[in-house]
């Protein structure tokens, strides 16, 4: 990336390196902080390429608006000297799993890790195939494959990605008690109506001896 020191700051001087399509940053090294421009699209391009800019960059601010990157801090670095940096970690493989294929849950409750490398070989991101993973199973930093010259920094027992079984919620039935309370029903409704006919005719004897 081509970078050029700005003279004048200020947010009017800001704005109008924007229109003019720079994006307006800041380069921190050894010494006093440096003010710079980038042009923003050969720093989007940088953002979203293959290399990326992790090695390199310490924060940036995008509009939330209008989605362009309106601000970014970048860290000089020696290229003979080891740099740290976070990595993203990918799940690859996780529909072939056995345990997803069963019904399990693949969780990834780590997705960043820390490296040291050169700053020309921190990886982009880091692959960690979960292919073959069952229901139960658990992988974790130190199940991490890394090219060489790449040191992990993490705690080697961290977790990285688990498979569990799924929750299955018990439903309590209730159709036997109710069929228990229909059937006393039932019969109480049936010994009031066998009941019935024996006081009409109770009653109808009366009335013909009086």
């Not at 090294?29 to 979203?48: F, K």
């Not at 293959?50 to 601000?71: N, P, Y």
């Not at 040291?116 to 990886?123: N, W």
């Not at 009409?200 to 009086?210: D, H, I, L």
């Given at each position: 990336?081509?970078?050029?020191?700005?003279?004048?700051?200020?947010?009017?001087?800001?704005?109008?390196?924007?229109?003019?399509?720079?994006?307006?940053?800041?380069?921190y090294?050894?010494?006093?902080?440096?003010?710079?421009?980038?042009?923003?699209?050969?720093?989007?391009?940088?953002?979203?390429g293959?290399?990326?800019?992790?090695?390199?960059?310490?924060?940036?601010?995008?509009?939330?608006?209008?989605?362009?990157?309106?601000?970014?801090?970048?860290?000089e670095?020696?290229?003979?000297?080891?740099?740290?940096?976070?990595?993203?970690?990918h799940l690859?493989g996780?529909?072939?799993?056995?345990?997803?294929?069963?019904?399990?849950?693949?969780?990834?409750?780590l997705?960043?890790?820390?490296?040291?490398?050169?700053?020309?070989?921190?990886?982009e991101?880091?692959?960690?195939?979960?292919?073959?993973?069952?229901t139960?199973?658990?992988?974790?930093?130190?199940?991490?494959?890394?090219?060489?010259?790449?040191?992990?920094?993490?705690?080697?027992?961290?977790?990285?990605?688990?498979?569990?079984?799924?929750?299955?919620?018990e439903?309590?039935?209730?159709?036997?008690?109710?069929?228990?309370?229909?059937?006393?029903?039932?019969?109480a409704?049936?010994?009031?109506?066998?009941?019935?006919?024996?006081a009409?005719?109770?009653?109808?004897?009366?009335?013909?001896?009086?």
């Open positions: 990336m081509t970078v050029q020191a700005r003279e004048s700051l200020g947010s009017r001087n800001t704005r109008r390196l924007r229109r003019q399509g720079l994006v307006p940053g800041v380069l090294g050894r010494g006093e902080p440096v003010a710079i421009s980038i042009e923003e699209r050969e720093l989007r391009r940088a953002l979203t293959a290399a990326g800019l992790h090695s390199i960059l310490k924060d940036f601010q995008v509009d939330k608006v209008r989605g362009g990157v309106v601000h970014v801090d970048l860290q670095v020696r290229l003979d000297q080891t740099i740290i940096a976070s990595v993203s970690v690859i996780g529909e072939d799993s056995p345990g997803v294929r069963e019904g399990g849950v693949l969780s990834q409750p997705r960043e890790i820390q490296v040291e490398a050169l700053p020309l070989e921190i990886p991101h880091i692959d960690l195939d979960v292919s073959h993973m069952a139960g199973d658990t992988l974790r930093i130190s199940d991490i494959a890394v090219p060489d010259g790449v040191t992990l920094l993490d705690d080697p027992e961290t977790v990285v990605a688990t498979v569990t079984a799924p929750t299955r919620e439903v309590v039935e209730e159709e036997v008690e109710e069929g228990e309370e229909g059937a006393e029903g039932e019969a409704e049936g010994e009031a109506a066998e009941g019935a006919p024996e009409e005719a109770s009653g109808g004897e009366e009335s013909a001896e009086g």
